[in-house]
C-alpha cells in the first residue's frame, strides 16, 4: 500500500474507531463501553471549556468525541487534544450569539476548523472565501494561488461546495492552505484547513472529507 493510500486509509479509519487519545483497537474490533464513555465525557468537556452547552449538543457513539452545533446542524469531530476546541464567537451587530461558532482539531498534519454562521444579510460564498483569502495574503504575504486543481469531497447529499487556495511556508515548510465554502439554507459553512503541501499527507483530500463530514446530514430549516 502506498503511503497516500495508507494515509487516506488513516484518516477515514479515525472517524470510525479512536482518534482521541485512545489506540486504534486491534483487528478493526468496534468501540467497547469504556471507549465510548470516555470520548463522551471527553466530548463533554470541551463544550463545557467553551460554555456552549447551549448551543451543542454531544452525540458521541463511538470512540471519536462528537459534537453538533443545535442550530446549524453542524458536525465536530475531534482528534487531538491539543488542537481540539470548540468556540463561541461573540455576538456583533449583525449576528446573535450562538450563531458564529467554529471547531477546531487536527488529523494528521492537517490542522481543520469548521465555522457556521448565519448572518443577518447574505454574503455570497465568493465573497465569504475572497475575505477569506484576503485574510491569509495579509498574515503571509508572500502567499501564492494554488496552481493545481482543487478538489471537494460530497457525502450525503451536502450541498456544493466552492474551495480556493494558496501555497504558503509555514518555518520555511511549503505549506497549502484552503478554504472551503458552501450556503444552506440561512448558515453558511466555512472549512480552514492547513497542511504539508510535499510529503505523504495529501491535505486536500484530508480537509475536504474532514469539511464534507462537518455539514448537516439533514436540509436545516430557515
Not at 494528521?108 to 475572497?130: D, G, H, K, P, W
Not at 482543487?150 to 515548510?173: E, H, M, S
Not at 505549506?175 to 499527507?201: I, Y
Request: proline share 7%; aromatic share 8%.
Amino acid at each position: 500500500m502506498s503511503n497516500r493510500v495508507a494515509a487516506i486509509a488513516l484518516l477515514l479509519a479515525a472517524y470510525s474507531t479512536a482518534a482521541h487519545t485512545q489506540d486504534t483497537a486491534p483487528d478493526n474490533k468496534p468501540p467497547n463501553v469504556e471507549e465510548i464513555a470516555t470520548a463522551r465525557s471527553y466530548a463533554d468537556q470541551l463544550i463545557a471549556s467553551a460554555n456552549a452547552a447551549r448551543y451543542f449538543e454531544n452525540i458521541t457513539t463511538d470512540a471519536t468525541p462528537t459534537v453538533r452545533h443545535k442550530a446549524s446542524g453542524m458536525v465536530c469531530a475531534f482528534s487531538d487534544p491539543e488542537y481540539d476546541k470548540i468556540t463561541i464567537y461573540p455576538a456583533a451587530a449583525s449576528i446573535g450569539e450562538g450563531e458564529d461558532v467554529g471547531c477546531n482539531t487536527r488529523l494528521l498534519e492537517v490542522n481543520f476548523t469548521s465555522y457556521a454562521t448565519r448572518y443577518a444579510r447574505y454574503f455570497s460564498e465568493e465573497a465569504i472565501i475572497q475575505d477569506t483569502m484576503n485574510a491569509i495574503v495579509q498574515r503571509w504575504p508572500d502567499a501564492k494561488p494554488h496552481a493545481e486543481g482543487l478538489i471537494t469531497a460530497t457525502i450525503n447529499d451536502a450541498p456544493a461546495q466552492r474551495v480556493a487556495g494558496y501555497d504558503i511556508k509555514i518555518d520555511g515548510r511549503p505549506m497549502l492552505t484552503l478554504v472551503l465554502v458552501p450556503h444552506q439554507g440561512e448558515w453558511s459553512f466555512k472549512g480552514r484547513v492547513t497542511g504539508p503541501s510535499e510529503g505523504d499527507t495529501p491535505t486536500n483530500l484530508v480537509g475536504a472529507i474532514m469539511f464534507s463530514r462537518s455539514l448537516p446530514t439533514e436540509k436545516v430549516a430557515p
